[in-house]
């Protein structure tokens, strides 16, 4: 079975300064992973997704996540916070051919002016 | 477009009482699934539906739970007897086709459920 495990339920940076959200997996086979984004009342909306192609991969509002197999990580990166981040984020993985996502607990952001 | 929706977003109801939720997926997206998020976790899957069967009902904890999709669209979750433990948020998600690797889970805002 495949899990998620997501370092620090809470994370809170600076406005501007670098944000790294960290998630590692546990899978017996090559997994998909994601990070998905909620912001309060909202639904989940899909940051990113790591698919078996390029391991680093680029998503929306700036993100970005690297994959690497030996660390078995996929930490979602930003360079520099805006106050628009705040939010929870989570991780997820899925085996190719099963259909359910496994969640991480999740990380919430709080961007510091 | 529309997105996916889901009705009510709120329901308070009392210990014992029958509760139904309803999603109504983006159209033309033929899987459809049910996840549950208790307060300070992550979603956990209950349910997934290609179509109008359940192609895997694995997570659904036990017979209080039970979701229909009778014409493919529109899916409703149903709580016989709840308890509060039950208390959550139910969110749905749909896809096209079921989730291949290019297929995105799309998700609604969700129903926050209280039993009292």
């Known amino acids: 079975a495949q899990s998620v495990t997501q370092l620090g339920s809470h994370v809170s940076v600076s406005e501007g300064a670098l944000v790294l959200l960290r998630c590692n997996y546990s899978?017996?086979?090559?997994?998909?992973l994601f990070w998905y984004v909620q912001y309060p009342n909202q639904g989940l909306q899909l940051l990113l997704k790591y698919t078996s192609a390029a391991t680093l991969v680029k998503g929306i509002n700036g993100f970005e996540a690297e994959f690497k197999k030996s660390e078995t990580s996929f930490h979602l990166t930003k360079p520099s916070a805006h106050m628009s981040d705040a939010a929870e984020y989570f991780c997820a993985v899925r085996v190719p051919g099963a259909q359910k996502l496994v969640f991480g607990q999740g990380t919430r952001l709080t961007i510091n002016p | 477009g529309a997105g996916v929706s889901q009705t009510p977003s709120n329901k308070v109801t009392e210990k014992g009482k029958y509760v139904e939720l309803r999603c109504d997926p983006i159209s033309g997206h033929t899987a459809l699934y049910w996840y549950r998020q208790s307060l300070g976790q992550g979603p956990e899957f209950l349910i997934y539906?290609?179509?109008?069967?359940?192609?895997?009902d694995s997570g659904l904890p036990n017979d209080r739970f039970f979701a229909v999709r009778p014409e493919g669209s529109v899916s409703t979750l149903k709580i016989q007897r709840t308890e509060r433990g039950d208390s959550a948020v139910y969110l749905c998600?749909?896809?096209?086709?079921?989730?291949?690797?290019?297929?995105?889970?799309?998700f609604g805002p969700g129903t926050r459920l209280t039993v009292t």
């Open positions: 998600a749909s896809s096209f086709r079921g989730a291949g690797p290019t297929y995105e889970q799309y």
């Open positions: 539906f290609q179509g109008t069967g359940a192609a895997d």
């Open positions: 899978s017996s086979v090559p997994p998909y």
